[in-house]
């Protein structure tokens, strides 16, 4: 089988996601165009780097982690989709929820950045992880973790 090399616009956007997981905001930002447009939906876009920077910064200051399970990732010229499963930490609480990810990519930067989720996943997924955490802090030794 002849492997061939992923096109660039999907790496920018795998390495904006470890950047982010990394909590790495300085070189998340170089990824992103000036006027880059970030919305989850269904809530309003933030337009602009320095809008996004702002939301960046405010969920590090909310969530403790957050990491990234790759599902799917494709590209068709300058767009790039990605299924993924996001986890988001509230220092023992994990909340693992499904997110579709559609970015525009030109010249090397994240022009656009739109995810969708399901909102009631998202907040059962906290109410999951915070049982987990009280179950392993009462002496649930063995509990498996959230699935993701």
Known sequence: ?????EPSEITV???????LQASDTDRALELLSPAVVYQNVPLPPARGI???????LGLQRLFTGFEV??????????????ERTDVLC???????FWVCGTFEVHDGKITLWRDRFDFVDFLLSFVRG???????????RGTPSPSI
């Open 90 to 96: 509230l220092g023992p609480v994990r909340g693992a």
């Open 50 to 56: 320095r809008a996004v920077e702002k939301q960046l």
């Open 69 to 82: 399970v790759h599902h799917n990732i494709a590209a068709n010229g300058s767009t790039v989709l990605t």
């Open 13 to 19: 956007v795998r390495e904006f996601l470890e950047a």
């Open 1 to 5: 089988m002849i492997e061939t090399p």
């Open 130 to 140: 915070a049982v987990l955490a009280l179950v392993k802090a009462v002496g649930g």
